[in-house]
């Protein structure tokens, strides 16, 4: 992320907000959803309704912790390498965070703009699709995504914490967390996939073979990179060149955000009936999609 500045500002206050804020008093609700009161607010949705997209705009879709911030900063290695200057974005880059007058301010910054999100695909601005705006869904297993929100709720000092495990886990899988639903956020995109614009990257497969997922996410945006700069952008996204920067990137919050990035760190918390249970609402809510089958879900959350 470009501006790191504007970004820890951003985040120290929500930091700070989150210090007077306990648990039970997190959550609002708006248009059926439950947002974190230290991040979002009805005002700022309610001006997201006029926000208007630009067809070179960049949005990175994703359900929280399966790798924004990841993709965020493989774009703007992009931008920074396609144009030969730096990236600079002086807005934070989740779309639906913020005040509301953000929205006047961005019409100001040069293309292409990223916008990353984790809004539900029907609860994003109509000018994305309008606009025929590309968007990039990112995807992880579920079991990864619930350990990693656990431990950020509980590891980082001044966020509300979980009483254990166990009371996180529930809640996770009655959507009563920061932007809903993992499997509602799903069921909604699986039936966008394969929609014009859209492309779809899965966690797992970008950490397997990095060099290759870059290349693909240059190739959908239109980004003509030597092999020579897809190497070096590569070297700068891996999660231990990451982790080394973040306290730079993103202030005191960095470690934890960029915390282990590792496949299959759910064995060390979930136990047999959880296991049974994540797997009955997978079966449930995804089996027979397309989305089901490119989430390996076999692979990532029963090996
Ligand atoms: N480079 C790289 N490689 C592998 N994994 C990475 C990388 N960068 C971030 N991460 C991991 O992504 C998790 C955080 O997800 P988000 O950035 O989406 O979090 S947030 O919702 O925006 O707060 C979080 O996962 P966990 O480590 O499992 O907690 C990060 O470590």
Redesign the pocket.
């Known amino acids: 992320m470009a501006d790191k500045s504007k970004l820890i500002d951003y985040i120290d206050e929500a930091l700070e907000k989150s210090k007077e804020t306990a648990l039970s008093r997190l959550f609002f609700t708006y248009q059926g959803i439950p947002y974190p009161v230290t991040m979002c607010t009805s005002e700022t949705f309610q001006a997201l309704d006029t926000f208007e997209a630009r067809s070179d705009d960049i949005v990175l879709a ?1 359900y ?7 993709i965020v ?1 493989i774009i703007s290695e992009l931008i920074s390498a396609d144009s030969k200057k730096k990236y600079e974005y002086s807005e934070f880059p ?1 779309l639906e965070c913020g005040d509301p007058e953000k929205y006047q301010r961005m019409k100001q910054f040069p293309s292409p703009r990223i916008l990353a999100t ?1 809004l539900h695909y029907d609860k994003l601005p109509g000018s994305i699709f309008k606009n025929k705006v590309k968007i990039l869904v990112i995807f992880r297993n579920p079991k ?1 995504t619930a ?2 929100f656990f ?2 709720h509980n590891d980082v000092p001044n966020i509300p914490s979980y009483g254990s495990w166990d009371e996180f886990f529930s809640q996770f899988m009655k959507g009563q967390v920061s932007w809903g639903s993992y499997f509602d956020f799903a069921i909604n995109w699986s039936k966008h996939l394969d929609d014009e614009n859209v492309k779809f990257i899965l ?1 797992e497969d ?2 397997k073979n990095l060099a290759t997922g870059i290349k693909q996410i240059a190739e959908f945006f239109g980004f003509s990179l030597t092999g020579e700069q897809i190497q070096t952008i590569s070297a700068h ?3 231990q ?3 080394a920067k973040s306290q730079e990137t993103h202030g005191a919050i960095g470690p934890f ?6 496949v299959g ?1 759910w064995k060390n918390l979930f136990s047999e009936t959880q296991n049974q249970q994540m797997d009955e609402k997978f079966k449930e809510c995804l089996a027979g999609t397309s989305l089901g089958a490119r989430l390996k879900y076999e692979s990532h959350c029963q090996a």
């Open positions: 994703s929280p912790k399966c790798g924004s911030n990841w900063h989740v984790h990864d350990v990693s431990h950020f966690y970008l950490k996204s891996t999660f060149a990451m982790r955000l960029f915390r282990k990035g590792e760190d």
